[in-house]
């Protein structure tokens, strides 16, 4: 009777009762191998409440099968309140933060005292920069730490602690964030991009145990464990669920080898073994032998590898680098000479057919001019000349950059020539007669060479002939340069400012009167101390104080004959604190909020200075000679062009350029007259170590304006901005329909 009561009242969960005791009777027959207690086995994956008593879902979670979707980006939506007043909302910087994906793959390399220095060091100069994240633990540290490697010291030499502590540690700082776990030795050799290559083939919702799978010394046949020695991967979900275990297994488990140790606990706790295939990836792995002849390992066991083990010290980590990364060349070179070929073939069933193939196969053709505008014109060079330089005189001494890229380019003809050739001619340079190079934006620099050349034969004839040749240096993958994360803490009172300024502008009421505020810039501040020429914009700034209660907007007068932008930046930057974010602007820019946050991303206090390159919009009365003005806020882009010869424009932040013009002070003394011909682009150019990063900023338009261009500037600088003004009035078309349009009004 009380036994039907259970029933009937559990007779909904009855499926997932039977379900759940099918799942344990199969697991225990898998698990039936290792010891210990089977149901303590079964129950152990799921939370504390034993199964039959618990909640169905927290059961069902207690296993993520197949429909387990954990790895799925989810988007994190903003909620308002709207009785809070409105703050604004800090927005992460990634997509990637927003949408919860996880990094690939982490590495742990496991080092001790006695090799930090040695083997780890070798490790790091091998792999380590191919992976993204890659942390060093050991047991204890020396008193050296080499440079440039994050080391984790746990305090303890035992084997098994530094193990234990290690995956503690994984866990606690990188569990969440990573999809992948390797585990590496310091005398493992690695090959790092096959390494992650495998990773990018597995599925990642999956508990994956994946190394060189070793039988346990006198242990049953089926378990196995990972070598430590070779590396293994762990997925995330493993490592999620084998930490809760891991304090048992430190006090259970008794073992030697911190790498049998975990192999045991993962077996005993989850079940799971180790394995070295999966998904149809194999893990290769290559153990060596005493004295072995690298040079001559060409066997595929080898070259397939991708650890190797045991490796004794850094002389054979650097030439098992060095034979890997042959291996690795011979590939990449072989599998381009397949894509050329399949190229060719492929081509030939194209509409072009055969004389669709470009030289060289596989790079982008040459660029087609849609107009004589845009014709790319070549650079003429002899081996000792140049014959269009930088500062525009008509020939100069061929030197530095440019006099290796000649010697190297003549060089390589020479080589390919002699590759062809062989071996019946031997060809040797006598002279470069004409040279010729471009640079193609599309594929790279192009050269064209007129070589004399001696051809010597076989028997020892020889004769000399003129050949051209033609080559490109293509452009290969772009770089991306790693630049430090700008926190927003950063921001100080310029930044908060702008960022009001930002806000408001969004108010298109406002639009109008904001782009007047920056009176406190240094080109026009020397003309306050004269009549109040900006009576008026401070009257409008008082007002608008008086509006936004919180805004305040200080100008600063100065009053100077020669507007030298660095005496005046030298002003400013007195009165502002050593953290604030500078953004220099003429009166005739259009700002919005798009640039000002390139602005502060862009600018990295004491790593990076930010210098965009405005685009200039043209003279309307030029471009448009009376007709209606065509361009609308959303095509703003479309008549103007970006102005090369403007330095106004600049981001920094002061400590910055307090460095930059100490060092400057010191390096002229008291010749103050210097500072008229520098712009502050200059100092931070000459003066400072930074990087100087110069683009063009679609987010920062100028109105046409004609500038009056001072002629107590230095001559760089006046004729900068009267080339300034002069490209400024409209394009080449634009100016001829104007000059066409004005003949025709003449002659009638
Ligand atoms: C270790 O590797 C990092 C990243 O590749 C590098 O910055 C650092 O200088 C290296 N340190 C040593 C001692 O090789
Ligand atoms: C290209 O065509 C040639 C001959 O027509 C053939 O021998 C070769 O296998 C083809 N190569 C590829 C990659 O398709």
């Known amino acids: 009777m009380r036994l039907g009561a259970v029933l009937s009242a559990l007779r909904p969960a009855l499926p997932l009762l039977l379900g759940l005791s099918l799942g344990c009777s199969l697991s225990l027959l898998r698990a039936s191998w290792s010891h210990g207690a089977a149901e303590e086995r079964c129950l152990a994956p799921g939370p504390p409440a034993p199964p039959a008593r618990g909640a169905p879902p927290e059961a069902a979670e207690g296993r993520p099968g197949p429909g387990h979707e954990d790895f799925r980006p989810r988007i994190v939506p903003y909620y308002r309140d709207p009785n809070k007043p409105y703050k604004k909302v800090l927005r992460t910087r990634y997509i990637q933060?927003?949408?919860g994906f996880h990094e690939r793959l982490f590495v742990a390399v496991l080092t001790s005292k006695a090799t930090l220095n040695t083997l780890a060091v070798a490790v790091n100069k091998t792999v380590a920069h191919h992976f993204p994240r890659l942390l060093y633990f050991t047991g204890l540290r020396s008193a050296k730490v080499p440079h440039g490697m994050v080391l984790v010291a746990h305090g303890d030499e035992r084997p098994i602690w530094l193990m234990y502590e290690t995956m503690n540690y994984i866990h606690q700082h990188f569990g969440s964030d990573y999809d992948w776990f390797y585990i590496?030795?310091?005398?493992?050799?690695?090959?790092a991009e096959q390494v992650k290559a495998l990773v990018t083939h597995l599925s990642i919702n999956q508990d994956v145990y994946l190394g060189r799978a070793e039988e346990f010394i006198g242990g049953d046949e089926q378990a196995r464990y990972c070598h430590g020695g070779f590396g293994y991967l762990l997925s995330r979900s493993l490592l999620l669920k084998l930490h809760p275990h891991l304090d048992s297994c430190r006090n259970e488990i008794l073992s030697v080898r911190p790498d049998e140790w975990l192999g045991r606990c993962i077996i005993d706790f989850l079940g799971i073994t180790c394995v070295s295939q999966l998904q149809g990836q194999h893990y290769h792995t290559y153990e060596l032998a005493k004295n072995t002849e690298l040079e001559?390992?060409?066997?595929?066991?080898?070259?397939?590898?991708?650890?190797v083990h045991p490796v004794s010290d850094m002389t054979l980590m650097y030439r098992l680098h060095k034979q890997f990364s042959r291996i690795q060349l011979d590939r990449v070179y072989q599998e381009i000479q397949d894509l050329q070929m399949q190229i060719r073939n492929l081509t030939a069933l194209t509409p072009a057919g055969e004389a669709g193939v470009t030289w060289p196969v596989g790079i982008n053709a040459p660029f087609l001019p849609k107009s004589r505008f845009e014709v790319i014109s070549w650079d003429y060079f002899t081996e000792q000349h140049l014959f269009s330089c930088p500062d525009g005189s008509p020939k100069c001494e061929l030197s530095g950059a440019s006099k290796a890229d000649v010697s190297e380019i003549i060089e390589s003809a020479v080589e390919q020539l002699n590759r062809l050739y062989q071996p019946l001619l031997r060809f040797s340079k006598r002279q470069l007669l004409n040279?010729?190079?471009r640079f193609d934006p599309t594929r790279g620099m192009e050269y064209t060479l007129d070589l004399l050349l001696e051809a010597a034969t076989q028997k020892g004839h020889s004769h000399v002939l003129a050949k051209r040749v033609s080559l490109v240096r293509p452009l290969s993958k772009v770089e991306i340069i790693p630049m430090p994360y700008v926190t927003v803490q950063d921001l100080d009172f310029v930044a908060n400012f702008l960022d009001m300024f930002a806000m408001n502008t969004l108010d298109t009421h406002d639009n109008a009167l904001l782009t007047l505020l920056f009176i406190y810039h240094p080109y026009d501040a020397q003309r306050v101390g004269q009549v109040d020429v900006f009576a008026g914009v401070k009257a409008?700034?008082?007002e608008l104080e008086k509006r936004y209660a919180e805004v305040k907007i200080p100008w600063i007068s100065v009053k100077t004959e020669v507007p030298s932008q660095v005496k005046l930046m030298d002003i400013v930057s007195k009165k502002h604190p050593v953290d604030t974010l500078f953004f220099l602007a003429s009166v005739w820019t259009e700002i919005n909020m798009e640039f000002l946050n390139r602005c502060r991303m862009n600018t990295i206090s004491n790593?990076?200075?930010?210098?965009?390159?405005?685009?200039?919009?043209?003279?309307?009365?030029l471009v448009y000679r009376g007709e209606q003005t065509a361009s609308s806020s959303t095509d703003f882009l479309r008549d103007g062009h970006f102005d090369r010869h403007s330095f106004a424009e600049a981001c920094f932040y002061n400590s910055d350029y307090m460095t930059a013009r100490t060092k400057l002070a010191a390096d002229i003394l008291d010749r103050d007259e210097v500072l008229e011909n520098m712009e502050v682009?200059?100092?931070?150019?000459?003066y400072s170590g930074l990087h100087v990063f110069r683009a063009v900023e679609p987010g920062l338009v100028q109105k046409y304006?004609?500038?009056s261009c001072n002629p107590r500037l230095s001559e760089e600088l006046y004729h900068r901005c009267v080339l300034s003004n002069l490209e400024g009035l409209a394009s080449r078309s634009h100016l001829a329909m104007a000059l066409f349009e004005q003949e025709q009004a003449n002659s009638t």
Not at 184 to 191: F, G, L
Not at 298 to 304: K, N, V
Not at 607 to 621: K, L, R
């Open 184 to 191: 590496m030795q310091d005398d493992t050799y690695a090959q």
């Open 97 to 99: 933060t927003e949408l």
């Open 540 to 542: 409008m700034v008082g």
């Open 435 to 437: 040279g010729y190079r």
């Open 607 to 621: 790593w990076q200075v930010f210098f965009p390159v405005h685009f200039q919009e043209f003279n309307p009365a």
């Open 681 to 686: 682009f200059d100092v931070f150019l000459h």
């Open 296 to 307: 001559k390992e060409e066997e595929e066991d080898f070259q397939a590898a991708l650890a």
């Open 705 to 707: 304006t004609l500038r």
